[in-house]
């Protein structure tokens, strides 16, 4: 079992839905990262949260509104998203950078997100 | 910026047969590798990292790695693949003192039992 917790872990919505991925850690980590995978394809990038602030943005649209409320949770905002967003959407975390260079990221589950 | 090469998209091979992964990598300064392995409808795992001192690096599964600066290369091998190793190994970098990963497109290895 992962030690990254994701809900849900399916989602369908529509285009002019709101709604929300939650992504959860208890390891004491402080960077948080939102990934999109989507079919055959690697991880890559959106944002970084690292000691509760944003730290990189993969000039994502707007459309999608990362929150970090703690150092424990990361939420991902969706609104008004378009079919290609369909996707696997993945949380990771890692020791913050003050740990030292090389800390992996821990990956969860993900949520699988079905725009129609 | 980085960017990470992996060589075979899809590997079969038998029980018993040895496993040598190819990743390359660019970036102009000093890094930290990894290899994830994603299992079957789980998530990805570590399975090895390097970020300094000797250059063979031993992780979980009997897999290791080997980190050579000189050609940008951290290949993924193991001496004896079982069926249970059949996943997608993904090969990935930062930087240094950077938490942005980059991950290669993935190799798809089914071990044939």
């Known amino acids: 079992d992962t030690e990254v917790t994701q809900t849900p872990k399916h989602l369908v919505m529509g285009m002019t839905n709101k709604k929300s991925l939650k992504c959860e850690q208890h390891m004491g980590h402080r960077a948080m990262y939102w990934y999109k995978q989507k079919a055959k394809k690697p991880p890559e990038l959106m944002f970084v949260y690292s000691y509760e602030k944003l730290s990189i943005n993969e000039s994502v649209p707007s459309r999608f509104s990362p929150e970090c409320p703690n150092s424990s949770l990361l939420n991902l905002h969706l609104h008004a998203l378009q079919p290609e967003d369909s996707a696997l959407y993945l949380c990771a975390s890692s020791q913050g950078r003050l740990s030292g260079v090389g800390q992996p990221q821990h990956f969860g589950d993900g949520t699988r997100l079905s725009i129609l | 910026a980085q960017s990470v090469s992996q060589h075979n998209h899809h590997v079969i091979l038998s029980e018993a047969a040895s496993l040598e992964l190819g990743c390359n990598y660019s970036?102009?300064?000093?890094?930290?590798l990894f290899w994830y392995v994603q299992y079957p409808g789980q998530h990805l795992q570590l399975l090895l990292k390097y970020f300094s001192g000797d250059p063979l690096v031993k992780g979980i599964k009997g897999f290791e790695a080997e980190f050579i600066k000189s050609k940008f290369s951290f290949n993924l091998r193991k001496p004896s693949v079982q069926w249970s190793d059949t996943a997608e190994y993904f090969c990935?970098?930062?930087?240094?003192?950077?938490?942005?990963?980059?991950f290669g497109a993935g190799t798809i290895l089914r071990v044939k039992s």
């Open positions: 990935a970098v930062n930087a240094k003192y950077g938490n942005k990963l980059v």
């Open positions: 970036y102009g300064g000093t890094v930290n």
